[in-house]
């Protein structure tokens, strides 16, 4: 019995000896010590960093996974950065090239699709509320009308009320499953569903009545978020004209005269000027945006 208890014991210190040197060779490999504590912070916010990046593709409508995204996104980068490189543009103008399809592009997608998603999502909503309030009134059980809209409501409601149907049936209560769809979809009107879905679980109440005064507020949303978008279409045109006059000067000019602007990517200075040029038309533009769009 002691000779096994020894032979164990020195296993494991042989395992300990073994996997501290691991260890040690792994933070000479990084360059500098880290402390428990700082090594466990960091791995917190790459977890964070990939959660945050998970959700945004889900809220997207993408069944990716954040690895395949950044392989997704290196790929555009070093694609810009070789488009840049044969076109003879210099090894900044490829970096900034390949920043610009590296980082931006892939992202600009991604908000794209997630607010393209979220509109269709709003269009659908007060429907499927008006759905669920008249299926209460004929006498069904919420969950029943819930199945009613998953089954006949359009993309992306279809998929959500299905989520909220699978995280029930699994025992989650359905004011909490209806809570959690404003996770999915972050957008004050699923925050409102799944309020005065949780508080007449918890509390009771006429919910057909407190239903249809969602389906009204969230009608009365709808047309502010449209009136809004039609007083502001002038400043938005002439927004997007004054920032689309620059490139297209420079396209005139290129066909008309092309060694006369092609100084601006052969020569050091011209590409300088360049880089200079399109960093204050892009914060110009960020700052025209965000004057022109409004939020309530």
């Given at each position: 019995?002691?000779?096994?208890?020894?032979?164990?014991?020195?296993?494991?210190?042989?395992?300990?000896?073994?996997?501290?040197?691991?260890?040690?060779?792994?933070?000479?490999?990084?360059?500098?010590?880290?402390?428990?504590?700082?090594?466990?912070?960091?791995?917190?916010?790459?977890?964070?960093?990939?959660?945050?990046?998970?959700?945004?593709?889900?809220?997207?409508?993408?069944?990716?996974?954040?690895?395949?995204?950044?392989?997704?996104?290196?790929?555009?980068?070093?694609?810009?950065?070789?488009?840049?490189?044969?076109?003879?543009?210099?090894?900044?103008?490829?970096?900034?090239?390949?920043?610009?399809?590296?980082?931006?592009?892939?992202?600009?997608?991604?908000?794209?699709?997630?607010?393209?998603?979220?509109?269709?999502?709003?269009?659908?909503?007060?429907?499927?509320?008006?759905?669920?309030?008249?299926?209460?009134?004929?006498?069904?059980?919420?969950?029943?009308?819930?199945?009613?809209?998953?089954?006949?409501?359009?993309?992306?409601?279809?998929?959500?009320?299905?989520?909220?149907?699978?995280?029930?049936?699994?025992?989650?209560?359905?004011?909490?499953?209806?809570?959690?769809?404003?996770?999915?979809?972050?957008?004050?009107?699923?925050?409102?569903?799944?309020?005065?879905?949780?508080?007449?679980?918890?509390?009771?109440?006429?919910?057909?009545?407190?239903?249809?005064?969602?389906?009204?507020?969230l009608r009365d949303r709808k047309k502010m978020?449209?009136?809004?978008?039609?007083?502001?279409?002038?400043?938005?045109?002439?927004?997007?004209?004054?920032?689309?006059?620059?490139?297209?000067?420079?396209?005139?000019?290129?066909?008309?005269?092309?060694?006369?602007?092609?100084?601006?990517?052969?020569?050091?200075?011209?590409?300088?000027?360049?880089?200079?040029?399109?960093?204050?038309?892009?914060?110009?533009?960020?700052?025209?945006?965000?004057?022109?769009?409004?939020?309530?």
């Amino acid at each position: 019995m002691l000779i096994a208890l020894q032979v164990c014991a020195s296993r494991l210190r042989r395992r300990s000896t073994a996997l501290v040197g691991r260890c040690g060779r792994w933070r000479w490999a990084r360059g500098s010590p880290e402390s428990p504590a700082a090594s466990r912070a960091a791995y917190s916010a790459q977890l964070a960093s990939e959660s945050s990046l998970a959700a945004r593709l889900a809220q997207a409508g993408l069944d990716w996974q954040p690895r395949k995204f950044m392989i997704v996104s290196a790929i555009f980068g070093v694609f810009g950065f070789a488009l840049a490189m044969f076109a003879g543009g210099g090894p900044l103008a490829a970096i900034g090239l390949a920043f610009a399809f590296g980082f931006g592009l892939p992202r600009w997608i991604l908000s794209f699709l997630k607010k393209r998603r979220e509109k269709a999502f709003l269009k659908a909503l007060p429907d499927a509320v008006d759905v669920i309030v008249r299926g209460i009134k004929a006498g069904l059980p919420l969950f029943e009308s819930l199945k009613v809209v998953a089954a006949d409501s359009p993309e992306p409601l279809r998929s959500e009320f299905s989520a909220i149907i699978e995280t029930q049936a699994i025992g989650m209560p359905l004011g909490e499953a209806c809570s959690r769809l404003y996770e999915r979809m972050p957008v004050p009107e699923a925050n409102f569903f799944g309020i005065v879905i949780a508080i007449q679980q918890k509390s009771g109440g006429n919910l057909s009545e407190a239903l249809g005064n969602l389906s009204k507020v969230l009608r009365d949303r709808k047309k502010m978020a449209e009136k809004i978008q039609a007083m502001s279409m002038e400043a938005k045109a002439s927004a997007g004209i004054i920032g689309a006059l620059p490139p297209i000067v420079m396209l005139l000019v290129y066909l008309t005269t092309p060694a006369y602007i092609s100084l601006l990517w052969t020569h050091p200075t011209g590409q300088l000027m360049l880089v200079g040029c399109i960093v204050w038309m892009s914060m110009g533009i960020l700052v025209m945006k965000k004057m022109i769009n409004f939020d309530f």
